[in-house]
Nanobody, 122 residues
């Protein structure tokens, strides 16, 4: 297991940008795939993006494709989510999660951060 801490959330106007960071502890972080999920009030947790252990395989939800970019720096034990052209419907708590067998389903992930709030005003 790895421990994850998200940061970088905040309040931004529609059309703006934010970069979220997911910092991990543990010497085996580079063997884990990492995903970002989000959860808006009253809604289920939703897949956003996933990157495999090397950064060579990446997949996005259709709702964020072309606007969000996931990347990782294994030397820094950190995964990033660059969010551009933000929309009010992107408002949610964003969570990062780690798994040695990453997919798009939350049930596949055993390590979760505490979440960071992203609010996009219209």
């Amino acid at each position: 297991q790895v421990q994850l801490v998200e940061s970088g959330g905040g309040l931004v106007q529609a059309g703006g940008s934010l970069r979220l960071s997911c910092a991990a502890s543990g010497r085996t972080f580079s063997s884990y795939g990492v995903a970002w999920f989000r959860q808006a009030p009253g809604k289920e947790r939703e897949f956003v993006a996933v990157v495999n252990w090397s950064g060579g395989s990446i997949y996005y939800a259709d709702s964020v494709k072309g606007r969000f970019t996931i990347s990782r720096d294994n030397a820094k034990n950190t995964v990033y989510l660059q969010m551009n052209s933000l929309k009010p419907e992107d408002t949610a708590v964003y969570y990062c999660a780690a798994s040695k067998s990453p997919t798009t389903r939350p049930s596949n992930f055993g390590s979760w951060g505490q979440g960071t709030q992203v609010t996009v005003s219209s």
